[in-house]
């Protein structure tokens, strides 16, 4: 954009003005929303679907679209179990509701601004008051805060008509609060009467107007008497849009348009202007605004930044809303899923040239196996409240490095398998070398992916991740289990057996809890309870691995089996007995209830994975 120069150009004709309002344009919570939409296309494919317009713009409506996004009405629309984005405007509690009937995975882009109003109501409601929400009959913010709370619980006041038409006795406790994007001016008027009329209210301890609005507001209230043309660039269902148009009016402006984009703006309207002001609503992408700029430019207007505030707020990123109440079938599915996803979008070769080693780390960690491991990262760090991404992130790790001990346990020098998840292991299928090289890259990317911040954007829990996963594979870990498998004591007794089973199996599925406790930074008492949880898990997961190595039907778990007889491993069936082992291990997944009972509900599909490890064929 060109810079003011004096007041004539060279011809000594008098310059004509753009005089651009600042701030102008996108707010952190639009961004946000967007973001959440870009970033859910990105990490779990198209389609993802977003209720209503995710902010009231129908150029990003179209570009979201153009990118595989699918807008509904309505969430009887989404198939179910879909991953599904809620606008920046917030939801009535009856979607949500529907979201989880629905097993819908939730993306709530509800601006934290809009959810501060939430959360006001909610309060003024409890506390006994009539709440009085001066804003836009029919729009969907006032919608969606109107459904925070049961029908009659709220007026809504979009003028002082409608307050002086309201029935209600002087001496009611009221509360008022503000839509986001109402006009500042008109909610002080409104303000200032209820405070006139009720004798008892509650009004927001801070404006509920957000600083976007209001910072817009007041930098084309102050060049707006200086234009002679005002242009907002905005979509004409934007509400902000709407009061930005009158804010100019309102200051003095008699010229003012709404244009969505450059080609709506009507060059004869503009033929006599020498001063035209411009704006954008909160909603109103960069681009249309630079478009709009560049006619006006073009109509021989030379652009002006006028001084304003500058905006800093950030907010923190959406979060998937867990899913509450699928079954552990469809939970492992979905987790299963997003698991491959992940890894395989981590394993696709960036120059796109086949690489050997590539190939067989693929082969070694995608297309197969129950990701029980990560499952149960997932579940945990889920019921604890921590980031679903970050969980399926470091699930994804956990997994590599399972993926590996597969590899380098059925290697000739090993366990010797020619069979794994249902096909040939990869060294049948490659060559040992490559097994072997395979399985130590599968390692460090296993460490890598910990130690990247999106395992956790705090650097000392992400040590703490990779500090554990070494302790737990290391010299007392998951490397002496083996050591001890390969070279059992002569007459192993059920002690030593346990031990080396917990070794070889339960330390790692207790790093994928202790992983959940420490992305979600839990308490110490509930760390305890969850690692004792995982101890017994582990050792139940064993013992059945052990049954079904004597009773298990080769086809559907996917190896090699009676291996144990055969090698005069003794196991955990020589020591208790078949039925004193399936015994044993159904005991140790009941006891596991008493550790996760102060979860109650939350720690339902937890339970179930005890029972499933128990009662498994594969
Ligand atoms: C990691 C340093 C380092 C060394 C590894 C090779 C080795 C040392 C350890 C082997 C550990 C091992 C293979 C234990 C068996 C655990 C077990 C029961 C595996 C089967 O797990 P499932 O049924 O398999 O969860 P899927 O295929 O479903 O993932």
Not at 128 to 140: A, C, E, M
Not at 349 to 371: C, I
Not at 439 to 468: Q, T
Request: hydrophobic content about 45%; overall charge negative; aromatic content about 4%.
């Amino acid at each position: 954009m060109s810079e003011a120069t004096g007041g004539c150009d060279r011809s000594g004709a008098a310059r004509k003005r753009l005089l651009l309002a600042n701030p102008r344009g996108f707010c952190a919570g639009v961004e946000r929303a967007i973001a959440a939409v870009e970033r859910a296309l990105e990490e779990y494919g198209p389609p993802v679907y977003v209720r209503r317009h995710i902010v009231h713009n129908q150029g990003v409506v179209d570009a979201l679209a153009a990118k595989g996004a699918v807008f509904v009405r309505e969430l009887a629309e989404v198939p179910q179990g879909a991953v599904t984005v809620l606008s920046a405007h917030g939801v009535p509690q009856a979607v949500l509701r529907e979201a989880a009937e629905r097993q819908l995975r939730t993306l709530d882009t509800t601006c934290p601004l809009v959810a501060k109003v939430h959360g006001e109501v909610v309060d003024h409601y409890h506390a006994g008051r009539h709440i009085l929400l001066i804003g836009h009959q029919g729009h969907p913010e006032i919608v969606g805060t109107l459904g925070q709370v049961p029908r009659g619980a709220i007026s809504v006041i979009g003028s002082l008509e409608d307050l002086a038409a309201l029935s209600l006795p002087a001496n009611t406790s009221v509360a008022f609060a503000v839509q986001t994007t109402f006009s500042v001016q008109d909610s002080a008027g409104i303000g200032a009467a209820i405070l006139a009329r009720f004798a008892d209210v509650a009004a927001p301890r801070s404006s509920d107007i957000c600083y976007a609005t209001t910072n817009r507001q007041a930098a084309i209230e102050a060049i707006a008497a200086q234009a002679d043309r005002i242009v907002v660039v905005g979509d004409r269902l934007s509400s902000n849009a709407k009061r930005l148009t009158e804010v100019a009016r309102a200051a003095g402006c008699a010229e003012v348009a709404l244009v969505d984009d450059a080609a709506a703006l009507d060059p004869q309207w503009l033929d006599a202007a020498r001063i035209v002001g411009l704006t954008a609503a909160a909603s109103t992408p960069p681009d249309a605004v630079n478009a709009v700029c560049e006619r006006l430019e073009a109509l021989g207007f030379v652009a002006e930044e006028s001084e304003g505030r500058r905006e800093t707020a950030e907010f923190r990123p959406v979060a998937m809303t867990p899913i509450g109440e699928l079954s552990l079938p469809e939970r492992m599915e979905t987790v299963r899923r997003d698991i491959e996803r992940c890894l395989d979008k981590i394993l696709r070769q960036a120059d796109g040239r086949p690489s050997r080693l590539n190939e067989a780390m693929r082969y070694a960690v995608l297309g197969g196996g129950k990701r029980m491991r990560g499952l149960l990262t997932v579940l945990v760090a889920e019921m604890l409240g921590a980031d679903y991404r970050q969980a399926v992130w470091v699930a994804s790790a956990v997994e590599c490095l399972h993926a590996q001990s597969l590899v380098h346990d059925d290697l000739p020098c090993m366990d010797d398998d020619d069979y794994r998840r249902g096909k040939p292991s990869l060294h049948r299928r490659f060559d040992e070398a490559t097994a072997v090289l395979a399985g130590d890259a599968l390692l460090a990317l296993a460490f890598e992916m910990l130690a990247d911040d999106k395992a956790h954007p705090d650097g000392s829990v992400r040590a703490r991740l990779v500090l554990a996963l070494a302790r737990t594979i290391g010299k007392d870990g998951l490397a002496l289990g083996q050591m001890m498998d390969l070279y059992p004591p002569p007459d192993a007794t059920a002690d030593e057996i346990a031990r080396c089973e917990d070794l070889k199996t339960g330390v790692l599925l207790g790093y994928c809890v202790e992983a959940g406790t420490l992305l979600a930074g839990c308490d110490d008492e509930d760390r305890r309870k969850l690692i004792r949880f995982s101890e017994k898990l582990g050792l139940a997961f064993q013992i059945r691995d052990d049954i079904l190595d004597r009773i298990g039907d080769e086809s559907e778990v996917g190896k090699r089996l009676r291996k144990d007889r055969q090698s005069g491993r003794r196991t955990a069936v020589d020591a208790w007995g078949l039925d004193g082992a399936r015994d044993h291990s159904i005991r140790l997944a009941a006891s596991c209830r008493d550790e996760l009972a102060s979860f109650g509900q939350r720690a339902r599909l937890l339970q179930q994975v005890a029972d499933f490890a128990v009662t498994r064929m594969h």
